[in-house]
């Protein structure tokens, strides 16, 4: 595909021209990557939407009969980016869009569908094949959602099988998005040979600078974190974060060898079959609060949750007590017991902890600001080794629709979140220290023991005792 210049395209004898534009060299990156998952952009102005329709547009020209999805969070969000600009490209008699099934057939037997992928859509795609799939603003994808968008990557055909995605930093999606492609951090099963970062900014798209260039000092005038994240395609700020009182060279310190005995410790988890987590934390005598410990790991039955936390407590540290989720108490239909009867069975006593999400963040931010006397270190420290909540809290983004509460998605880094938010709107205990007292030697007060227990000798004032 020549990308960079004209795209011909002959139907019963006739030859069509199609301008797909100048691409910046960013864009030409883009266009010749051959990789599996490719991913473009990384901050805003950096041509992504230009490079999705040039990209598939080519590729329904280049390989007849082609399958090609380009998916938006939401349906109306690419109507004016995608959409309607594809089909100002694309010549009438090449190819003809149908609105209702949101589908361009070309007359070589390509198809481009234009779909959305919200909440709750994961049933639509299941079982779809497509050569092709273009994840637009992917970090407003879960990455379970990008999983199942992957298994649709499949066919017959001797298509060459590929993922495009672009992406601003922050969203849902951000840490999945950075840690594969910008931190290049593989799991199992995952090939580092099959990813590829291009990283654009609006200093890559000389077009848009040359057509607005006040675009550029509105990005320059933009708060510091959301600045570098959408000017620079800065992935280690966030724009929409929650807590932005979390910072790792404030909040997070060395391990403990031995947490003091002194101290006041608890416990507070949140419970799913996806996922359970839960965090030990100690209260020092100035109320200071210290995570020192944390487990999460899904697939655990109410039992085993119960038989993790207590393999994990050492016997000779007092917890105070372990705060659950309300809905521990909801009862099951079939069974009409509570997960908390279960709980407590295998040796875990719970309270309940308050489920206003509002107040419970609130509390949390209060926690992570600086408190006591100490004003340079804050309420909350965690130690290096509590990695889930290090790497969560800073990432958990507003909820779109109430800013004061968190967004619930992705749901995989809520629930270590979610038992923070249970021990900080808790009312507990620091440590308190005791007073030490120096034994009195006896005689010392220059009375005898017959004086003392008796109230010396007897004299008039006895006689006159109580009035």
Same mark, same amino acid.
Not at 98 to 123: E, P, R, V, W
Not at 191 to 205: C, G, L, P, S
């Given at each position: 595909?020549?990308?960079?210049a004209?795209?011909?395209f002959?139907?019963?004898?006739?030859v069509?021209?199609m301008n797909?534009g100048?691409?910046?060299e960013?864009?030409?990156?883009?266009y010749?990557?051959?990789e599996?998952?490719v991913?473009?952009g990384?901050a805003?102005g950096g041509?992504k939407?230009?490079?999705i329709?040039v990209?598939?547009?080519?590729?329904a020209l280049?390989?007849?009969?082609i399958r090609?999805?380009?998916?938006r969070?939401h349906y109306p969000?690419?109507?004016?980016?995608?959409i309607?600009?594809?089909?100002q490209m694309?010549?009438m008699q090449?190819?003809?869009?149908?609105?209702? %099934?949101?589908?361009?057939?070309?007359a070589?037997?390509?198809?481009?569908?234009?779909?959305?992928y919200d909440?709750?859509?994961d049933?639509e795609y299941?079982?779809q094949?497509?050569?092709?799939?273009f994840?637009?603003?992917a970090?407003?994808?879960t990455e379970?959602?990008f999983?199942v968008?992957?298994a649709c990557l499949r066919?017959?055909s001797?298509?060459?099988?590929?993922?495009y995605?672009?992406c601003?930093?922050g969203?849902?999606?951000h840490l999945?998005v950075?840690?594969l492609?910008?931190d290049?951090?593989y799991?199992?099963g995952?090939?580092?040979?099959?990813y590829?970062?291009i990283?654009a900014?609006?200093?890559?798209n000389?077009?848009?600078?040359?057509?607005?260039?006040?675009?550029l000092?509105?990005?320059?005038?933009l708060?510091?974190d959301?600045r570098?994240a959408w000017?620079? #395609?800065d992935?280690?700020?966030?724009? #929409?974060?929650?807590?932005p009182?979390?910072?790792?060279?404030?909040?997070v310190? %060395?391990p403990?060898?031995?947490v003091?005995?002194?101290?006041?410790?608890?416990?507070a988890?949140?419970?799913g079959l996806?996922?359970f %987590?839960?965090l030990?934390?100690?209260v020092?005598?100035?109320g200071r609060?210290y995570?020192?410990?944390e487990?999460?790991?899904s697939?655990?039955?109410?039992s085993?949750?119960?038989?993790?936390?207590?393999?994990?407590t050492p016997?000779?540290?007092?917890?105070?007590?372990?705060i %659950?989720?309300?809905?521990?108490?909801?009862?099951q239909?079939d069974?009409?017991?509570?997960m908390a009867?279960?709980?407590?069975?295998n040796?875990? #006593?719970?309270?309940?902890a308050?489920?206003?999400r509002?107040q419970g963040?609130?509390?949390l931010?209060?926690?992570?600001k600086?408190?006591?006397s100490?004003k340079?270190r804050?309420?909350l420290?965690?130690t290096n080794?509590?990695?889930g909540l290090i790497r969560?809290?800073?990432s958990i983004q507003?909820d779109?629709k109430?800013?004061?509460d968190?967004?619930t998605?992705?749901?995989?880094?809520?629930?270590?979140c979610d038992?923070?938010?249970y021990f900080?709107?808790t009312r507990v205990?620091?440590?308190?220290k005791?007073?030490?007292?120096?034994p009195?030697?006896?005689g010392?007060?220059?009375?005898d023991?017959?004086?003392e227990?008796?109230?010396?000798?007897?004299d008039?004032?006895y006689?006159?005792?109580?009035?």
């Amino acid at each position: 595909m020549n990308a960079l210049a004209y795209k011909s395209f002959s139907k019963a004898g006739g030859v069509f021209n199609m301008n797909f534009g100048h691409a910046n060299e960013k864009q030409k990156q883009f266009y010749q990557a051959r990789e599996l998952y490719v991913c473009y952009g990384g901050a805003r102005g950096g041509g992504k939407s230009h490079a999705i329709r040039v990209k598939s547009v080519g590729g329904a020209l280049t390989y007849p009969g082609i399958r090609i999805l380009i998916i938006r969070k939401h349906y109306p969000d690419m109507e004016n980016s995608l959409i309607t600009p594809i089909i100002q490209m694309v010549p009438m008699q090449i190819a003809s869009y149908n609105q209702q %099934a949101h589908i361009m057939q070309f007359a070589n037997g390509s198809t481009i569908k234009f779909g959305h992928y919200d909440t709750g859509s994961d049933l639509e795609y299941q079982g779809q094949e497509f050569d092709w799939i273009f994840i637009d603003e992917a970090t407003q994808f879960t990455e379970a959602q990008f999983r199942v968008l992957g298994a649709c990557l499949r066919g017959t055909s001797d298509i060459p099988r590929r993922m495009y995605l672009t992406c601003n930093p922050g969203g849902i999606g951000h840490l999945w998005v950075k840690r594969l492609f910008v931190d290049r951090e593989y799991r199992d099963g995952e090939k580092a040979e099959d990813y590829r970062f291009i990283q654009a900014t609006v200093d890559d798209n000389p077009d848009l600078l040359k057509g607005s260039p006040g675009y550029l000092n509105m990005l320059d005038t933009l708060p510091d974190d959301v600045r570098r994240a959408w000017r620079y #395609g800065d992935w280690n700020t966030l724009s #929409g974060i929650f807590f932005p009182e979390f910072r790792r060279e404030s909040h997070v310190i %060395a391990p403990f060898v031995h947490v003091p005995q002194e101290w006041k410790k608890y416990r507070a988890f949140d419970y799913g079959l996806d996922m359970f %987590a839960c965090l030990w934390i100690a209260v020092n005598f100035d109320g200071r609060c210290y995570v020192y410990r944390e487990v999460q790991q899904s697939g655990l039955i109410v039992s085993a949750a119960a038989a993790l936390m207590n393999s994990l407590t050492p016997p000779t540290e007092r917890i105070e007590f372990t705060i %659950a989720p309300p809905d521990m108490w909801n009862r099951q239909k079939d069974s009409g017991r509570t997960m908390a009867e279960i709980f407590m069975e295998n040796g875990v #006593g719970i309270i309940k902890a308050s489920n206003n999400r509002i107040q419970g963040w609130m509390a949390l931010k209060e926690l992570l600001k600086p408190v006591c006397s100490d004003k340079d270190r804050p309420g909350l420290l965690v130690t290096n080794e509590c990695v889930g909540l290090i790497r969560n809290l800073p990432s958990i983004q507003h909820d779109e629709k109430n800013p004061s509460d968190c967004a619930t998605e992705p749901h995989d880094i809520t629930h270590i979140c979610d038992a923070c938010r249970y021990f900080a709107v808790t009312r507990v205990m620091g440590a308190q220290k005791m007073e030490t007292q120096k034994p009195e030697e006896l005689g010392d007060s220059g009375t005898d023991y017959d004086e003392e227990m008796t109230g010396g000798e007897c004299d008039a004032s006895y006689l006159n005792y109580g009035g």
